[in-house]
């Protein structure tokens, strides 16, 4: 059965720190993984893709790394901001199927 | 509409009820999940759409629920009977068949009182 799992449930880190978010699959054979970010009260909106191929993608403050051989992937957040506060939910695609694997995600509480 | 949509963004009901959420995909979007949020908790699925092929209802908590999508785009969840556990945010995101992510709606939030 494919799986994903988050962790740490949830994290709470002072602003201006840096942390790391974990995502670990069972999904096989792999296509592809995105990390989500929700805002409370909104819907997740994308924030990165890694394919097969891609160990290291950034986006501004947020880096994403993949180990396709461990079936690992990170989210790294540098110097957090308090609008950082948020879930972040790892989803991770089948290449043989269309359908998605949702983890749980990270709860992640930026504060003074 | 440009994104996935869904009806009613905030919905309270009294204990025993039914209610009925409303998930408009994004045009084209075979694929449909439901997902809920209970308070401080992560992302719960209750069922898979894909196509016309019979849905993943292995999520579904119990046979309160139930959700059907019409001409393989609107879906909509159906709980009958409605208990206090029931509230939460109720998320539903489309995708296309290959290759492409998931788009989420804003979510229903579910009050049960």
């Known amino acids: 059965k494919n799986q994903v799992e988050q962790s740490p449930q949830s994290l709470i880190i002072l602003e201006g720190k840096n942390c790391t978010l974990q995502c670990n699959y069972t999904v096989s054979p792999f296509s592809n993984l995105r990390w989500y970010k929700q805002d409370t009260g909104r819907g997740p909106v994308s924030l990165t893709i890694?394919?097969?191929?891609?160990n290291t993608k950034s986006n501004g403050r947020y880096t994403a790394t993949l180990d396709a051989d461990t079936k690992q992937s990170s989210l790294h957040i540098t110097a957090s901001q308090l609008s950082d506060s948020a879930s972040y939910i790892c989803?991770?695609?089948?290449?043989?199927?269309?359908?998605?694997?949702f983890g749980t995600g990270t709860r992640l509480q930026v504060t003074l | 509409g440009a994104g996935v949509s869904q009806s009613p963004s905030n919905k309270v009901t009294e204990k025993g009820k039914d209610v009925e959420l409303r998930c408009d995909p994004i045009s084209g979007h075979t694929a449909l999940y439901w997902y809920r949020q209970s308070l401080g908790q992560g992302l719960e699925f209750l069922i898979y759409f894909q196509g016309n092929s019979a849905p993943d209802k292995s999520g579904l908590p119990s046979d309160r629920f139930s959700a059907e999508r019409t001409g393989g785009s609107v879906s909509t969840l159906t709980i009958q009977r409605t208990q206090q556990e029931d509230s939460a945010v109720y998320l539903c995101?489309?995708?296309?068949?290959?290759?492409?992510?998931?788009?989420f709606g804003q979510g229903t939030r579910l009050t049960v009182v």
């Open positions: 890694m394919t097969f191929s891609e």
């Open positions: 989803v991770v695609k089948e290449a043989s199927a269309s359908k998605l694997t």
């Open positions: 995101a489309s995708s296309v068949q290959q290759g492409g992510g998931a788009f």
